[in-house]
């Protein structure tokens, strides 16, 4: 009898030890989701953020202006061999000719353009 007793007691306690692991890896997996719904909730919030303030400066008109600029700026030199247009209208209005820059001080620049 004293024997079925200890293995009862030893029952008990491995089914109360299995019980407490169990609440406790709940507990954690718990935790973990809390954490990852913590760290989606917050790139969410970074990505309107970053987002809303992209969405600001697009608002300007100057940044538009100077995105345009730039963009057209960007085109130019790829369809001028390297050389901006307005570069090359700035040349045209000092009276130089785009032959003569062609073939003068601009002419590195310019490799295969006519």
Not at 23 to 37: A, I, M, P
């Amino acid at each position: 009898m004293q024997e079925i007793a200890e293995l009862e007691h030893k029952n008990f306690a491995l089914e109360q030890e299995n019980a407490v692991k169990s609440e406790l890896k709940q507990v954690l997996d718990s935790w973990v989701r809390y954490e990852q719904q913590q760290r989606e909730s917050e790139q969410l919030d970074l990505v309107k953020t970053v987002k809303a303030g992209v969405e600001a400066e697009l608002a300007k008109p100057a940044f538009r202006k100077q995105l345009l600029e730039e963009a057209l700026a960007h085109v130019e030199g790829e369809s001028t061999g390297g050389m901006s247009l307005s570069a090359i209208h700035d040349h045209k209005l000092t009276g130089t000719s785009y032959t003569s820059f062609r073939f003068g001080q601009g002419q590195d620049h310019l490799s295969g353009w006519w």
